[in-house]
Protein backbone atom coordinates (compact mmCIF):
# COMPACT_ATOMS: atom_id res chain seq x y z
CA UNK A 1 0.00 0.00 0.00
CA UNK A 2 1.43 3.28 -0.96
CA UNK A 3 2.90 5.03 1.97
CA UNK A 4 -0.32 8.03 3.15
CA UNK A 5 0.51 11.45 2.03
CA UNK A 6 1.78 13.71 4.45
CA UNK A 7 3.29 16.86 4.09
CA UNK A 8 4.66 20.03 6.27
CA UNK A 9 4.83 23.30 6.16
CA UNK A 10 8.01 24.26 8.62
CA UNK A 11 8.91 27.92 8.65
CA UNK A 12 11.15 29.12 11.53
CA UNK A 13 9.39 32.25 13.12
CA UNK A 14 11.82 34.77 12.92
CA UNK A 15 9.17 37.49 11.69
CA UNK A 16 6.67 37.73 9.57
CA UNK A 17 6.01 35.50 6.48
CA UNK A 18 7.16 36.57 3.12
CA UNK A 19 4.75 35.43 0.58
CA UNK A 20 7.48 33.19 -0.92
CA UNK A 21 6.50 31.19 2.79
CA UNK A 22 2.31 31.08 1.84
CA UNK A 23 3.54 29.85 -1.70
CA UNK A 24 5.29 26.98 -0.10
CA UNK A 25 2.34 26.23 2.69
CA UNK A 26 -0.28 26.35 -0.31
CA UNK A 27 1.93 24.04 -2.48
CA UNK A 28 2.13 21.92 0.45
CA UNK A 29 -1.81 22.35 0.93
CA UNK A 30 -2.87 21.71 -2.11
CA UNK A 31 -0.87 18.41 -2.46
CA UNK A 32 -2.07 16.68 0.83
CA UNK A 33 -5.58 17.80 -0.21
CA UNK A 34 -5.36 16.37 -3.24
CA UNK A 35 -4.03 13.28 -2.18
CA UNK A 36 -6.06 12.96 0.96
CA UNK A 37 -3.27 13.49 2.94
CA UNK A 38 -2.68 15.23 6.22
CA UNK A 39 -1.02 19.19 5.45
CA UNK A 40 0.86 19.40 9.03
CA UNK A 41 2.60 22.77 10.63
CA UNK A 42 5.56 22.49 12.19
CA UNK A 43 7.26 25.42 13.69
CA UNK A 44 11.29 25.08 13.37
CA UNK A 45 12.13 26.95 16.43
CA UNK A 46 15.59 25.72 17.25
CA UNK A 47 17.46 29.17 16.69
CA UNK A 48 16.72 31.12 19.85
CA UNK A 49 18.50 33.96 18.78
CA UNK A 50 16.54 34.40 15.88
CA UNK A 51 13.26 34.24 17.80
CA UNK A 52 11.03 36.73 17.11
CA UNK A 53 7.66 37.41 19.43
CA UNK A 54 4.83 37.19 18.08
CA UNK A 55 5.90 35.22 14.43
CA UNK A 56 4.30 31.97 15.33
CA UNK A 57 0.92 33.36 15.67
CA UNK A 58 1.63 35.57 12.84
CA UNK A 59 2.47 32.59 10.90
CA UNK A 60 -1.11 30.95 11.67
CA UNK A 61 -3.03 33.92 11.49
CA UNK A 62 -1.64 33.99 7.46
CA UNK A 63 -2.91 30.39 6.91
CA UNK A 64 -6.56 30.95 8.35
CA UNK A 65 -6.83 34.26 6.27
CA UNK A 66 -5.60 32.46 2.94
CA UNK A 67 -8.30 29.94 3.95
CA UNK A 68 -5.25 27.14 4.04
CA UNK A 69 -5.68 26.02 7.34
CA UNK A 70 -3.15 23.14 8.43
CA UNK A 71 -5.03 19.93 10.08
CA UNK A 72 -1.87 19.08 12.31
CA UNK A 73 0.06 21.71 14.24
CA UNK A 74 0.69 23.75 17.54
CA UNK A 75 -2.68 23.47 18.77
CA UNK A 76 -3.67 20.79 17.30
CA UNK A 77 -2.44 17.49 17.87
CA UNK A 78 -2.76 14.05 16.22
CA UNK A 79 -0.72 11.79 17.80
CA UNK A 80 3.07 13.08 16.32
CA UNK A 81 3.30 16.36 18.57
CA UNK A 82 4.52 18.51 19.69
CA UNK A 83 4.79 20.22 16.94
CA UNK A 84 7.27 23.31 18.13
CA UNK A 85 10.92 22.21 17.93
CA UNK A 86 11.94 24.04 21.15
CA UNK A 87 8.84 21.78 23.11
CA UNK A 88 10.89 18.89 21.41
CA UNK A 89 14.08 19.77 22.52
CA UNK A 90 14.45 16.56 24.80
CA UNK A 91 14.40 14.16 21.38
CA UNK A 92 17.24 15.38 19.39
CA UNK A 93 20.36 14.09 21.60
CA UNK A 94 19.43 10.41 21.51
CA UNK A 95 19.74 10.93 17.58
CA UNK A 96 22.67 12.86 17.57
CA UNK A 97 24.26 10.76 20.07
CA UNK A 98 22.81 7.38 17.87
CA UNK A 99 24.94 8.34 14.93
CA UNK A 100 27.88 8.80 16.98
CA UNK A 101 27.71 5.43 17.95
CA UNK A 102 26.94 4.62 13.96
CA UNK A 103 30.20 6.10 13.72
CA UNK A 104 28.56 8.34 11.65
CA UNK A 105 29.22 11.83 13.40
CA UNK A 106 31.64 12.60 15.52
CA UNK A 107 32.55 15.39 18.80
CA UNK A 108 33.98 18.39 18.05
CA UNK A 109 35.66 20.93 20.21
CA UNK A 110 37.29 23.79 18.35
CA UNK A 111 36.69 27.07 19.60
CA UNK A 112 34.27 30.01 17.60
CA UNK A 113 37.81 31.82 17.76
CA UNK A 114 40.28 28.88 16.59
CA UNK A 115 37.20 28.54 13.56
CA UNK A 116 37.17 31.96 12.81
CA UNK A 117 41.24 32.46 13.02
CA UNK A 118 41.25 29.15 10.37
CA UNK A 119 38.95 31.06 8.28
CA UNK A 120 40.22 34.29 7.87
CA UNK A 121 43.77 31.97 7.54
CA UNK A 122 42.57 31.19 4.16
CA UNK A 123 40.72 33.69 3.28
CA UNK A 124 44.05 35.92 3.12
CA UNK A 125 45.43 33.12 1.10
CA UNK A 126 42.76 33.41 -1.56
CA UNK A 127 40.92 29.96 -0.22
CA UNK A 128 37.58 29.11 1.64
CA UNK A 129 37.96 27.18 4.85
CA UNK A 130 35.56 24.06 4.98
CA UNK A 131 35.78 21.50 7.39
CA UNK A 132 35.92 18.06 6.36
CA UNK A 133 38.01 15.11 5.20
CA UNK A 134 40.96 17.13 3.92
CA UNK A 135 41.65 18.76 7.56
CA UNK A 136 39.58 17.34 10.09
CA UNK A 137 42.19 14.92 11.40
CA UNK A 138 44.19 17.96 12.46
CA UNK A 139 41.63 20.18 13.86
CA UNK A 140 40.28 19.16 17.32
CA UNK A 141 37.52 16.69 17.93
CA UNK A 142 37.21 13.10 18.43
CA UNK A 143 38.81 11.49 15.28
CA UNK A 144 42.01 13.46 15.88
CA UNK A 145 41.89 12.62 19.44
CA UNK A 146 41.54 9.50 20.98
CA UNK A 147 39.01 8.11 22.90
CA UNK A 148 40.47 8.90 26.34
CA UNK A 149 41.31 12.32 25.83
CA UNK A 150 37.53 12.69 24.11
CA UNK A 151 36.12 11.16 27.12
CA UNK A 152 38.36 13.65 29.31
CA UNK A 153 36.91 16.60 27.80
CA UNK A 154 33.34 15.56 27.71
CA UNK A 155 33.53 14.80 31.42
CA UNK A 156 34.75 18.14 32.26
CA UNK A 157 32.05 19.63 30.88
CA UNK A 158 34.23 21.22 27.40
CA UNK A 159 31.57 22.69 25.19
CA UNK A 160 31.40 20.55 21.88
CA UNK A 161 29.80 20.37 19.13
CA UNK A 162 28.70 16.84 17.25
CA UNK A 163 29.59 17.20 13.36
CA UNK A 164 28.51 14.76 10.39
CA UNK A 165 31.15 12.46 9.43
CA UNK A 166 30.48 13.46 5.37
CA UNK A 167 32.08 10.10 3.74
CA UNK A 168 34.71 10.53 1.37
CA UNK A 169 34.78 9.98 -2.44
CA UNK A 170 31.38 9.05 -3.15
CA UNK A 171 28.53 10.14 -5.35
CA UNK A 172 25.09 10.84 -4.20
CA UNK A 173 22.05 10.59 -6.48
CA UNK A 174 19.45 12.97 -5.23
CA UNK A 175 16.17 12.75 -7.04
CA UNK A 176 13.81 15.88 -6.80
CA UNK A 177 10.41 15.78 -8.14
CA UNK A 178 10.51 18.73 -9.67
CA UNK A 179 14.78 19.32 -11.09
CA UNK A 180 14.87 15.02 -11.40
CA UNK A 181 18.31 13.79 -11.01
CA UNK A 182 20.99 15.47 -9.12
CA UNK A 183 24.31 13.75 -8.79
CA UNK A 184 26.78 15.32 -6.40
CA UNK A 185 30.28 14.64 -4.98
CA UNK A 186 30.21 14.38 -1.42
CA UNK A 187 34.32 15.60 -1.29
CA UNK A 188 32.83 19.06 -1.90
CA UNK A 189 30.42 18.62 1.38
CA UNK A 190 31.61 19.99 5.02
CA UNK A 191 31.01 18.14 8.19
CA UNK A 192 27.87 20.01 9.14
CA UNK A 193 27.39 21.39 12.90
CA UNK A 194 24.14 18.90 13.94
CA UNK A 195 24.46 19.76 17.39
CA UNK A 196 25.26 22.83 19.06
CA UNK A 197 26.83 23.56 22.69
CA UNK A 198 23.94 24.95 24.22
CA UNK A 199 22.22 21.66 24.18
CA UNK A 200 19.98 22.48 20.56
CA UNK A 201 20.24 20.87 17.37
CA UNK A 202 20.72 22.60 14.65
CA UNK A 203 17.85 22.85 11.69
CA UNK A 204 19.50 20.03 9.84
CA UNK A 205 19.36 17.21 12.48
CA UNK A 206 15.75 18.67 13.69
CA UNK A 207 14.33 18.84 10.82
CA UNK A 208 15.37 15.08 9.62
CA UNK A 209 14.38 13.46 13.19
CA UNK A 210 10.79 15.59 12.76
CA UNK A 211 10.57 14.34 9.46
CA UNK A 212 10.67 11.16 10.28
CA UNK A 213 8.88 10.81 13.24
CA UNK A 214 6.51 12.93 11.79
CA UNK A 215 6.11 10.15 8.59
CA UNK A 216 6.37 13.40 6.75
CA UNK A 217 5.95 11.39 2.72
CA UNK A 218 6.99 14.83 1.23
CA UNK A 219 9.03 17.32 1.58
CA UNK A 220 7.87 20.61 -0.47
CA UNK A 221 9.91 24.02 0.21
CA UNK A 222 12.01 26.52 -1.47
CA UNK A 223 14.73 26.13 -3.69
CA UNK A 224 16.86 27.56 -0.74
CA UNK A 225 16.92 24.42 0.85
CA UNK A 226 18.32 22.16 -2.33
CA UNK A 227 21.69 22.80 -1.48
CA UNK A 228 20.91 21.39 2.49
CA UNK A 229 19.24 18.53 0.60
CA UNK A 230 22.19 15.97 0.07
CA UNK A 231 22.74 16.13 3.91
CA UNK A 232 19.72 15.53 4.76
CA UNK A 233 19.41 12.49 1.91
CA UNK A 234 22.87 10.99 3.64
CA UNK A 235 21.43 11.61 7.31
CA UNK A 236 18.42 9.20 5.70
CA UNK A 237 20.88 6.66 5.16
CA UNK A 238 22.85 6.68 8.01
CA UNK A 239 20.04 6.41 10.40
CA UNK A 240 18.60 3.69 7.62
CA UNK A 241 15.62 5.32 7.25
CA UNK A 242 13.13 5.99 4.38
CA UNK A 243 14.03 8.97 2.92
CA UNK A 244 10.41 10.71 1.59
CA UNK A 245 10.15 12.48 -1.44
CA UNK A 246 11.32 15.99 -2.56
CA UNK A 247 10.25 18.95 -4.16
CA UNK A 248 12.32 22.15 -4.51
CA UNK A 249 10.01 25.05 -5.21
CA UNK A 250 11.71 27.76 -7.61
CA UNK A 251 12.13 31.41 -6.66
CA UNK A 252 9.66 34.02 -6.56
CA UNK A 253 11.88 36.95 -8.54
CA UNK A 254 11.71 40.33 -8.48
CA UNK A 255 9.13 42.16 -10.74
CA UNK A 256 12.09 43.83 -12.71
CA UNK A 257 16.15 42.91 -12.81
CA UNK A 258 17.21 40.14 -11.62
CA UNK A 259 17.19 38.52 -7.91
CA UNK A 260 14.72 37.26 -5.71
CA UNK A 261 11.61 39.48 -4.92
CA UNK A 262 12.75 40.86 -1.71
CA UNK A 263 11.05 43.24 1.06
CA UNK A 264 12.88 46.50 -0.49
CA UNK A 265 11.58 45.47 -3.85
CA UNK A 266 7.51 45.68 -2.14
CA UNK A 267 8.75 49.22 -0.45
CA UNK A 268 10.02 50.75 -3.79
CA UNK A 269 7.30 49.72 -6.02
CA UNK A 270 4.69 50.24 -3.54
CA UNK A 271 3.04 46.50 -3.34
CA UNK A 272 3.03 43.98 -0.18
CA UNK A 273 5.41 41.15 0.23
CA UNK A 274 3.73 40.20 3.40
CA UNK A 275 0.24 38.44 3.63
CA UNK A 276 -0.85 40.70 6.85
CA UNK A 277 0.64 43.94 8.15
CA UNK A 278 3.84 43.29 10.41
CA UNK A 279 4.72 46.96 12.31
CA UNK A 280 5.34 49.00 9.31
CA UNK A 281 4.74 46.60 6.87
CA UNK A 282 1.96 46.71 4.72
CA UNK A 283 -0.20 43.33 4.36
CA UNK A 284 -1.92 41.69 1.16
CA UNK A 285 -5.07 41.39 3.74
CA UNK A 286 -4.48 45.06 4.70
CA UNK A 287 -4.00 46.60 1.42
CA UNK A 288 -7.61 45.28 0.17
CA UNK A 289 -6.85 42.33 -1.57
CA UNK A 290 -9.30 38.79 -1.42
CA UNK A 291 -7.59 36.26 0.23
CA UNK A 292 -9.03 34.28 -2.77
CA UNK A 293 -6.77 36.63 -5.18
CA UNK A 294 -3.77 36.22 -3.40
CA UNK A 295 -4.70 32.41 -3.33
CA UNK A 296 -4.69 32.25 -7.19
CA UNK A 297 -2.17 34.63 -8.20
CA UNK A 298 0.29 32.92 -5.91
CA UNK A 299 -0.64 29.24 -7.10
CA UNK A 300 0.43 30.55 -10.53
CA UNK A 301 3.47 31.74 -9.02
CA UNK A 302 5.69 28.51 -10.18
CA UNK A 303 3.01 26.16 -11.57
CA UNK A 304 0.45 26.56 -14.29
CA UNK A 305 -2.62 24.13 -15.27
CA UNK A 306 -1.39 23.49 -18.57
CA UNK A 307 -3.79 25.40 -19.79
CA UNK A 308 -4.59 28.95 -20.72
CA UNK A 309 -6.98 29.28 -17.47
CA UNK A 310 -5.83 31.11 -14.88
CA UNK A 311 -8.95 31.57 -12.46
CA UNK A 312 -9.26 29.15 -9.61
CA UNK A 313 -10.78 28.88 -6.93
CA UNK A 314 -9.20 26.73 -3.86
CA UNK A 315 -11.29 23.85 -4.75
CA UNK A 316 -10.30 23.94 -8.47
CA UNK A 317 -6.42 24.45 -7.35
CA UNK A 318 -6.69 20.60 -5.49
CA UNK A 319 -8.27 19.02 -8.39
CA UNK A 320 -5.49 20.63 -10.87
CA UNK A 321 -2.66 20.78 -8.83
CA UNK A 322 0.87 18.60 -9.29
CA UNK A 323 4.33 18.50 -8.69
CA UNK A 324 5.00 17.94 -12.07
CA UNK A 325 3.45 20.73 -13.59
CA UNK A 326 5.99 23.07 -10.80
CA UNK A 327 8.93 24.37 -13.08
CA UNK A 328 12.25 24.95 -11.87
CA UNK A 329 13.01 28.17 -13.67
CA UNK A 330 12.32 31.55 -11.22
CA UNK A 331 9.17 32.78 -11.50
CA UNK A 332 8.78 36.86 -12.06
CA UNK A 333 6.21 38.29 -9.64
CA UNK A 334 4.10 40.71 -11.52
CA UNK A 335 2.24 43.35 -8.83
CA UNK A 336 -0.23 44.30 -11.76
CA UNK A 337 -1.31 41.40 -12.07
CA UNK A 338 -2.26 40.75 -8.39
CA UNK A 339 -4.62 44.00 -8.61
CA UNK A 340 -5.74 42.09 -11.99
CA UNK A 341 -7.05 38.57 -9.73
CA UNK A 342 -8.10 40.90 -7.17
CA UNK A 343 -10.66 43.01 -9.75
CA UNK A 344 -11.86 39.75 -10.65
CA UNK A 345 -12.84 38.35 -6.90
CA UNK A 346 -14.00 41.88 -6.58
CA UNK A 347 -16.64 41.68 -9.22
CA UNK A 348 -17.70 38.38 -8.50
CA UNK A 349 -18.91 39.57 -5.04
CA UNK A 350 -22.59 40.39 -3.84
CA UNK A 351 -23.30 43.71 -3.98
CA UNK A 352 -24.47 43.63 -0.41
CA UNK A 353 -21.45 41.91 0.68
CA UNK A 354 -19.22 44.71 -0.58
CA UNK A 355 -21.47 47.19 0.64
CA UNK A 356 -21.11 46.39 3.80
CA UNK A 357 -17.09 46.29 3.46
CA UNK A 358 -17.65 50.06 2.05
CA UNK A 359 -19.72 51.14 4.75
CA UNK A 360 -16.87 50.60 6.69
CA UNK A 361 -14.75 52.56 4.87
CA UNK A 362 -17.28 55.55 4.93
CA UNK A 363 -18.18 55.43 8.65
CA UNK A 364 -13.95 55.80 8.59
CA UNK A 365 -14.27 58.76 6.74
CA UNK A 366 -17.53 59.90 8.73
CA UNK A 367 -19.87 60.09 6.13
CA UNK A 368 -23.05 60.68 7.26
CA UNK A 369 -26.88 61.90 6.51
CA UNK A 370 -27.60 62.19 3.16
CA UNK A 371 -29.73 58.78 1.52
CA UNK A 372 -26.94 56.56 3.10
CA UNK A 373 -29.42 53.78 3.72
CA UNK A 374 -27.82 49.58 3.10
CA UNK A 375 -30.01 49.96 -0.05
CA UNK A 376 -28.47 52.92 -1.23
CA UNK A 377 -25.32 51.91 -0.69
CA UNK A 378 -25.56 48.53 -2.65
CA UNK A 379 -26.75 50.43 -5.36
CA UNK A 380 -23.69 52.52 -5.24
CA UNK A 381 -21.78 49.87 -5.29
CA UNK A 382 -23.26 47.80 -8.39
CA UNK A 383 -22.79 51.17 -10.24
CA UNK A 384 -19.08 51.36 -9.28
CA UNK A 385 -17.58 48.21 -8.73
CA UNK A 386 -16.97 47.04 -12.64
CA UNK A 387 -14.43 49.83 -12.31
CA UNK A 388 -12.87 48.96 -9.15
CA UNK A 389 -9.65 46.66 -8.05
CA UNK A 390 -10.52 47.41 -4.44
CA UNK A 391 -12.98 48.09 -2.10
CA UNK A 392 -10.39 51.30 -1.31
CA UNK A 393 -11.41 52.16 -4.72
CA UNK A 394 -14.81 52.71 -4.15
CA UNK A 395 -14.34 56.44 -2.40
CA UNK A 396 -13.03 58.38 -5.68
CA UNK A 397 -15.07 56.20 -7.76
CA UNK A 398 -18.11 57.36 -6.06
CA UNK A 399 -17.99 59.68 -3.56
CA UNK A 400 -20.15 62.06 -5.93
CA UNK A 401 -23.16 59.90 -4.78
CA UNK A 402 -22.36 61.50 -0.99
CA UNK A 403 -21.44 64.94 -1.48
CA UNK A 404 -21.56 67.55 -4.24
CA UNK A 405 -18.02 67.60 -5.73
CA UNK A 406 -15.61 70.58 -4.01
CA UNK A 407 -14.06 71.01 -7.29
CA UNK A 408 -14.85 70.78 -11.02
CA UNK A 409 -11.94 69.26 -13.54
CA UNK A 410 -10.40 72.58 -14.80
CA UNK A 411 -9.81 70.69 -18.38
CA UNK A 412 -13.36 69.94 -18.55
CA UNK A 413 -14.98 72.80 -17.51
CA UNK A 414 -12.83 74.83 -20.51
CA UNK A 415 -14.56 72.29 -23.02
CA UNK A 416 -17.71 72.23 -21.46
CA UNK A 417 -19.12 74.99 -19.74
CA UNK A 418 -19.70 77.56 -23.14
CA UNK A 419 -21.28 80.81 -22.74
CA UNK A 420 -24.77 79.77 -23.36
CA UNK A 421 -24.75 76.78 -20.37
CA UNK A 422 -25.58 78.72 -17.39
CA UNK A 423 -28.58 79.58 -19.57
CA UNK A 424 -29.22 75.96 -20.07
CA UNK A 425 -28.71 74.75 -16.77
CA UNK A 426 -31.38 76.88 -15.37
CA UNK A 427 -33.81 76.05 -17.94
CA UNK A 428 -33.10 72.52 -16.80
CA UNK A 429 -33.53 73.46 -13.19
CA UNK A 430 -36.81 74.08 -14.06
CA UNK A 431 -37.92 71.52 -15.89
CA UNK A 432 -36.71 69.13 -12.93
CA UNK A 433 -38.45 71.33 -10.84
CA UNK A 434 -41.23 69.99 -12.62
CA UNK A 435 -40.85 66.40 -12.54
CA UNK A 436 -42.77 64.30 -9.54
CA UNK A 437 -41.49 60.61 -9.85
CA UNK A 438 -37.96 61.49 -9.91
CA UNK A 439 -36.51 58.18 -11.28
CA UNK A 440 -34.00 57.44 -13.11
CA UNK A 441 -36.19 56.03 -16.45
CA UNK A 442 -38.77 58.93 -15.71
CA UNK A 443 -35.64 61.63 -15.63
CA UNK A 444 -34.17 60.57 -18.89
CA UNK A 445 -37.67 60.42 -20.81
CA UNK A 446 -38.99 63.61 -19.42
CA UNK A 447 -35.37 65.35 -19.76
CA UNK A 448 -34.72 64.22 -22.82
CA UNK A 449 -38.03 65.13 -24.18
CA UNK A 450 -37.15 68.84 -23.12
CA UNK A 451 -33.91 68.06 -25.51
CA UNK A 452 -36.12 67.49 -28.42
CA UNK A 453 -38.30 69.95 -27.98
CA UNK A 454 -35.85 72.86 -27.06
CA UNK A 455 -34.24 71.42 -30.37
CA UNK A 456 -30.90 71.35 -28.12
CA UNK A 457 -28.08 68.87 -28.83
CA UNK A 458 -27.34 66.39 -26.28
CA UNK A 459 -23.77 67.54 -26.28
CA UNK A 460 -24.75 71.23 -24.82
CA UNK A 461 -26.35 69.60 -21.93
CA UNK A 462 -25.32 66.19 -20.89
CA UNK A 463 -21.55 67.16 -20.83
CA UNK A 464 -21.92 70.23 -18.47
CA UNK A 465 -24.96 68.37 -16.21
CA UNK A 466 -22.02 65.59 -15.96
CA UNK A 467 -19.50 67.62 -14.91
CA UNK A 468 -21.91 69.80 -12.15
CA UNK A 469 -23.06 66.42 -11.02
CA UNK A 470 -20.30 64.67 -10.57
CA UNK A 471 -17.19 67.38 -10.57
CA UNK A 472 -15.68 65.57 -13.82
CA UNK A 473 -16.51 63.54 -16.91
CA UNK A 474 -16.57 60.36 -15.43
CA UNK A 475 -18.95 58.24 -13.89
CA UNK A 476 -22.34 55.74 -14.67
CA UNK A 477 -24.78 56.44 -16.40
CA UNK A 478 -25.70 59.90 -15.61
CA UNK A 479 -29.26 59.53 -15.30
CA UNK A 480 -28.65 56.76 -13.02
CA UNK A 481 -26.62 59.31 -10.80
CA UNK A 482 -29.74 61.87 -10.61
CA UNK A 483 -32.30 59.32 -9.49
CA UNK A 484 -30.38 58.26 -6.78
CA UNK A 485 -29.10 61.51 -5.11
CA UNK A 486 -32.78 62.78 -5.95
CA UNK A 487 -34.35 66.21 -6.50
CA UNK A 488 -33.69 68.12 -4.55
CA UNK A 489 -29.81 67.60 -4.31
CA UNK A 490 -29.52 67.49 -8.54
CA UNK A 491 -31.19 71.10 -8.58
CA UNK A 492 -28.72 72.10 -5.88
CA UNK A 493 -25.84 71.27 -7.55
CA UNK A 494 -26.55 72.50 -10.58
CA UNK A 495 -27.30 75.81 -8.82
CA UNK A 496 -24.17 75.95 -7.10
CA UNK A 497 -22.19 75.06 -10.31
CA UNK A 498 -23.89 77.98 -11.74
CA UNK A 499 -22.56 80.25 -9.45
CA UNK A 500 -19.44 79.51 -9.15
CA UNK A 501 -18.49 78.63 -12.69
N1 LIG B 1 12.76 25.92 8.90
C1 LIG B 1 13.02 25.96 7.48
C2 LIG B 1 12.50 27.29 6.95
O1 LIG B 1 12.47 28.20 7.70
C3 LIG B 1 12.33 24.79 6.84
C4 LIG B 1 12.98 24.28 5.62
C5 LIG B 1 12.34 22.96 5.24
O2 LIG B 1 11.17 22.99 4.87
O3 LIG B 1 13.00 21.96 5.34
O4 LIG B 1 12.13 27.46 5.83
Same mark, same amino acid.
Given at each position: ?P $??????? #??????????????T???????????????????????????????????????????????????K?S?????R???????? $??? #???????????????????????R?????????????????L????????????????????????????????????L??I???????D?????????????????????????????Q????????????????H???Y?????????????????K?V??????????E????????????????????????????????L????????????????L??????????K #???????? $???????????N??????????????????????P???????????????R????????????????????????????????D??????????V??????????????????????????F??????????????M???????I??M?G???????????????
Amino acid at each position: MP $KKVRVRF #APSPTGPLHIGGIRTALFNYLYAKKHNGDFVLRIEDTDQNRYVEGAEQYIIDALDWCGIPYDEGPGKDSGFGPYRQSERKHLY $KKY #ADELISRGKAYYAFDTADKLDFHRKDHEAKGKTFIYNWHNRLKLNNSLSLTSEETKVKIEAGEDFVIRFLTPKDEKLHLKDIIRGAIEIDTNILDDKVLFKSDGMPTYHLANIVDDHLMQISHVIRGEEWLPSLALHQLLYDAFEWDTPEFAHLPLIMKPVGKGKLSKRDGEKMGFPVFPLSWNDSLGYREAGYFPEAVINFLALLGWNPGTEKEIFDLEELVIAFSLERVHK #AGARFDPE $KTKWFNHHYLQNKTDTGLAELFQLELAKKGIPGHPVNKNYIDKVVSLIKERANFVSDFWDLSSYFFKAPDSFDEKAVRKQWKDDTPQIMNDLVAVLNGIEDFSSENVETLVKEWIGKKELSFGKVMPPLRLVIVGAMKGPHLFDILGMIGKQESISRIQKAISIL
